[in-house]
């Protein structure tokens, strides 16, 4: 791997890594053979095109991926772009269980990161569906109805807050945790707070 292409910061990152580290050090070197810019950012490693964030490579408990922000937007002729929830607009993933596996797809690899650099620099945009366009549960635009202080601190937020407490107060399937849930953030929309802040 070319050193003057990697960033110090990632490399200590990948130092103290003990899980996926052969397979992330595998894509880092495809992802870098791309000529993408090699950050830390959020405690991963991300990879930028003229400063944009167009893919970052994480790992979790069964798997490590390539995470590509603007997924949505990629040709995907392997079929192996994944949508990991159904509330994820933009980003895709691919995911891998072991080295030899990358090693096997690397040139489809290359085309896929390829892929999403050639639409960072032609400046498309995913389409984001609107904060208007979620559904707010029903016990929650009770709430709204009946409190006017919190109806007026929750459109205060910015829209990205507002959708992170919609999908988090909806994602329950009983009426009695959807309450719950929402109680217990009703303060924090008072206080001007998102979700995770």
């Not at 909806?170 to 719950?180: I, S």
Request: with cysteine; glycine share 4%; charged share 30%.
């Amino acid at each position: 791997m070319d050193d003057a292409k990697t960033n110090p910061k990632v490399d200590a990152y990948f130092d103290r890594q003990k899980n996926w580290r052969a397979e992330s050090q595998a894509l880092r070197a495809i992802v870098l053979a791309c000529g993408l810019t090699e950050e830390l950012k959020w405690g991963e490693p991300c990879y930028t095109v003229d400063n944009a964030n167009a893919i970052i490579i994480h790992g979790f408990k069964e798997y490590c991926a390539l995470l590509f922000f603007k997924g949505a937007l990629m040709k995907d002729p392997d079929g192996i772009l994944i949508r990991q929830t159904e509330n994820v607009q933009g980003a895709r993933q691919i995911r891998f269980t072991d080295a030899a596996e990358i090693e096997r797809m690397k040139d489809v690899l290359a085309a896929y990161v390829l892929d999403a650099v050639a639409i960072e620099k032609a400046g498309l945009k995913v389409e984001y569906r609107k904060t208007e366009e979620f559904p707010v549960p029903q016990e929650f635009q009770d709430r709204l109805n009946a409190e006017a202080a919190l109806k007026s601190a929750f459109e205060a937020l910015t829209p990205g807050r507002q959708r992170a407490y919609l999908l988090y107060f909806a994602a329950p399937k009983q009426v009695k945790t959807r309450e719950a849930r929402i109680e217990k953030c009703v303060p924090r929309i008072l206080e001007a707070k998102g979700l995770n802040d």
